[in-house]
């Protein structure tokens, strides 16, 4: 059976290919050349790159993946300390998904949730990722160290997502395609950037079984373990050394919050950015702009 997204990635392939015991990842490959794996964010799965994937298909074999608990991919139980949604886990997955396509090593580019999956990625398999881009994110422990008001009313669902279950999990059940409609429209652009065949895919993602439960354990994780592995880190100095490049969007809520450069620059050694003219969404809102600063920087040609 085809995948419903493909007609959104014009000469790709869909695999799912079992990654560990009982847990596949599913992704979207398309291209020829180094490898280049896409990591999406929340709510959404792998079609967010559909704008910019054709483009980056003529210069990398690129796989756009479903996180674990997102997409197609598989969604586990959470366990009682959330560790099968600890980044680490989730960055194992996609580690493998890569090994199994052919590529030992490869560059990163990623969003929003996918993009502290490749934060753990690069630090806990730093021989495998030649460098990495990442979009709208401030460091996850610089994020919940310096929650202010503003922040917490403007990522409600960060304090939301991580309440015991099943309280959560079932508000969204209840109906998934509101949840998606209501927290993607919800931001600086409404839902106006969104190709309605990649917001039905969204819709019909989070209404999969699992789906709710993996999107509230993705964020119990990052409230709890993850901060553990994160500030193992900082104790024994254990930084980013790769070339990493952070953009945001200028209308977008990490601008107003946060100073992302000089937060990824505290925990990276090598670390260039800025925003974009865009909200939170880059590769949906600003693909021109977001290839224009990524792909050269992906390919090695700028610092």
């Known amino acids: 059976m085809n995948h419903p997204a493909l007609p959104l ?9 079992e990654v560990s015991p009982g847990i596949s990842i599913s992704a979207m490959v398309g291209g020829q050349g180094p490898g280049l794996l896409l990591l999406h964010g929340h709510p959404q799965t792998l079609a967010i790159w559909h704008k910019v994937a054709p483009t980056l298909a003529q210069h990398f074999t690129v ?7 997102y997409g197609d991919s598989s969604k586990p139980e959470g366990g009682p300390d959330h560790a099968a949604y600890a980044k680490r886990s989730m960055a194992q997955d996609q580690v493998r998904l890569m090994q199994q396509l052919g590529f030992a090593g490869f560059a990163v580019l990623a969003h929003d949730r996918g993009a502290r999956v490749a934060h753990r990625l690069a630090l806990d398999h730093p021989q495998v990722v030649s460098r990495m881009a990442l979009l709208d994110i401030a460091p996850t422990l610089a994020m919940y160290a310096q929650t202010t008001e503003a922040f917490a009313r403007a990522y409600w669902h960060w304090f939301f997502l991580i309440q015991p279950q099943p ?11 509101a949840y998606v409609t209501d927290v993607m429209g919800n931001r600086s652009a409404g ?3 969104f190709d309605a065949r990649a917001l039905a895919e969204y819709q019909r993602c989070l209404a999969l079984p699992g789906a709710a439960h993996g999107l509230c354990e993705d964020y119990r994780a990052s409230a709890g373990i993850d901060l553990v592995h ?13 070339p990493l490049q952070v953009l945001w969007g200028a209308q977008g809520v990490v601008q107003r919050c946060f100073d992302p450069l000089k937060e990824w620059q505290k925990v990276a050694t090598q670390v260039s950015g800025e925003a974009l003219p865009c909200g939170h969404y880059i590769a ?3 693909p021109d702009a977001l290839l224009a600063k990524a792909l ?6 700028t610092a």
């Open 63 to 69: 796989v756009a993946a479903d996180l674990r608990g």
């Open 167 to 177: 309280l959560p999990e079932r508000l969204i059940a209840a109906n998934p395609a």
């Open 230 to 242: 994160d500030r193992e880190d900082i104790a024994q100095g254990r930084r980013l050394q790769l």
């Open 296 to 301: 050269p920087f992906l390919q090695g040609l």
């Open 191 to 193: 839902l106006a950037p």
């Open 284 to 286: 949906e809102e600003a």
């Open 9 to 17: 990635f014009p000469g790709f392939a869909h695999h799912l290919l």
